[in-house]
């Protein structure tokens, strides 16, 4: 969530399509049979407007430090109130991007995290989510390293396991970034529809992250496995990371919302899962 890429879309288009249809069936991108044990998760139960669970999940407020847009430029003010993160009362957590003049934003939303509350290296990671559409919206399931506070971003590392530019509702990206291959450097591929859109119904988001490699998913679909050589810096994924997810409006990645975007836009997140390999 740091970067722009949408320079390197039409040369993943091919990688999207091929991906979509097929997965990945050479060896080395083989899916591992993993014994995974559920050791954490939110399914998102509760009375429509309540908040999400306090001791699960924590708030980033504001616009980012030095009012920046969270480092992209976003537009939006983020925000703990209901009308931007709240239960719906159906079993998922709604996060609402609006349209509003609020403390000195035309924008509002909600960005939710783990961070002090639970972080894991290793096992898969899992979301089940409905994405919101529309130009400039930026929905993302991703995740930083625990000790951002002492190293910093990049050095921290960032696992994007979902990003979505709300213009292209039918593709969705995953991302690796690190020292030395982050922003517009990072690491990245492209799983997308020919025939559906991820607006429409939800999917499953995934990624299964051991010593050596990092694999992504999209429903039951491996699209992309990274390895350490694969990067071109250090490669910082030993240690614990926490997980975020946030819809943002605007920033480098997606760039304005246009009078087409309509608002508010929702993302509806059915459950958040982590899991553990057991012998």
């Given at each position: 969530m740091?970067?722009?890429?949408?320079?390197?879309?039409?040369?993943?288009?091919?990688?999207?399509?091929?991906f979509a249809f097929w997965g990945c069936k050479d060896e080395d991108n083989a899916i591992v049979d993993r014994n995974y044990q559920l050791v954490w998760e939110d399914d998102f139960a509760g009375p429509a407007g309540a908040a999400p669970d306090p001791a699960k999940w924590t708030y980033d407020i504001g616009t980012g430090p030095g009012n920046n847009g969270w480092g992209n430029n976003e537009l939006q003010y983020y925000t703990d109130r209901p009308e931007n993160v709240a239960l719906d009362g159906a079993g998922n957590l709604a996060i609402t991007a609006r349209s509003e003049s609020y403390a000195g934003r035309a924008f509002t939303s909600a960005r939710l995290n783990t961070k002090g509350a639970f972080d894991q290296a290793y096992g898969r990671f899992e979301a089940r989510i409905k994405m919101p559409w529309g130009?400039?919206?930026?929905?993302?399931?991703?995740?930083?390293?625990?000790?951002?506070?002492?190293?910093?971003?990049?050095?921290?590392?960032?696992?994007?396991?979902?990003?979505?530019?709300?213009?292209?509702?039918?593709?969705?990206?995953?991302?690796l970034h690190g020292?030395?291959?982050?922003?517009?450097?990072?690491?990245?591929?492209?799983?997308?529809?020919?025939?559906?859109?991820?607006?429409?119904?939800?999917?499953?988001?995934?990624?299964?992250?051991?010593?050596?490699?990092?694999?992504?998913?999209?429903?039951?679909?491996?699209?992309?496995?990274?390895?350490?050589?694969?990067?071109?810096?250090?490669?910082?994924?030993?240690?614990?990371?926490?997980?975020?997810?946030?819809?943002?409006?605007?920033?480098?990645?997606?760039?304005?919302?246009?009078?087409q975007t309509p608002f508010p836009q929702t993302m509806l997140v059915d459950y958040v899962k982590a899991y553990k390999e057991v012998n």
């Open positions: 740091k970067w722009s890429h949408s320079m390197l879309m039409n040369r993943f288009l091919f990688t999207v399509i091929f130009p400039g919206i930026w929905p993302a399931f991703w995740m930083l390293g625990s000790n951002i506070d002492e190293v910093y971003w990049p050095q921290c590392g960032e696992i994007d396991i979902m990003e979505y530019r709300g213009q292209q509702p039918n593709l969705v990206h995953g991302s020292p030395g291959y982050s922003g517009g450097a990072a690491i990245t591929k492209s799983f997308g529809f020919t025939n559906d859109r991820f607006d429409v119904d939800f999917h499953v988001f995934a990624v299964e992250w051991a010593e050596d490699y990092i694999d992504y998913y999209v429903d039951n679909t491996l699209y992309q496995r990274i390895r350490p050589e694969n990067v071109p810096g250090e490669w910082v994924y030993d240690q614990p990371f926490f997980i975020i997810l946030n819809v943002a409006v605007g920033g480098n990645y997606v760039g304005f919302p246009t009078p």
